[in-house]
């Protein structure tokens, strides 16, 4: 038998096999992570959708104002800050505002949602979602207005279930007032990923999109 074959490795064949395993697990690596973030932003774009659902169900099940509030900062319309970047309020008495006694859920208290790396907005996106109706800045993460077009970050769901624009005196507006989007990237400087939206049409559907930089459009 050829002596060399019994002697296995040479050191450098060894540091060449260390060097490819290498280079490829630092090409898997970044893609790996990429996928994971692309997974937690769709995962919570898809919990706000199931919200705008949640509470358009409970408003009608329970005959009542039921509202979808969201951002980082934001508060309902007396000013009280929300704990929670993305809250359903069962609106008891109507004033659009959290209020003792009222039930208050947090939909990012779900452990599928991960608001971690996301941002409010888009990365990559050159227009709005075709579909969406609202007339706020879709860049700044919110295209919702209130009736008079001032842009909000919030909607309201009548008993009826159709949602509806309102102000932060809690004037409420007419049908065609509650459409809009909510605006996610889990882009970057240095990890760009994708851009997601949800999209609430005018008689309270949610809709989830992407946007896909191959053909420079939303895909759902």
Known sequence: ???????????????????????????????????????????????????????????????????????????????????????????ADGDCCVDPGESLRSVSSNPTVDFSGLNWGVTFATAAVPEDIGGGTYTTGSSFTDALGVQTQWVAFRNDGVPVGFSNTCTLGQVGTGGGGIYLTNGGATSGQRDYAVILTALGAPKIYSWDAASNAWTN
Request: hydrophobic share 55%.
């Open 1 to 91: 038998m050829d002596h060399r074959a019994q002697r296995g490795f040479s050191l450098i064949e060894l540091m060449i096999v260390i060097l490819v395993i290498g280079v490829a697990t630092a090409a898997a690596v970044p893609a790996w992570d990429r996928m994971q973030s692309n997974n937690r932003a769709k995962a919570t774009a898809r919990m706000i959708s199931n919200a705008f659902q949640a509470a358009r169900t409970q408003a009608i099940l329970a005959e009542g104002q039921h509202l979808v509030m969201w951002g980082t900062a934001a508060s309902d319309a007396c000013g009280n800050p929300l704990a929670s970047p993305v809250v359903i309020l069962d609106d």
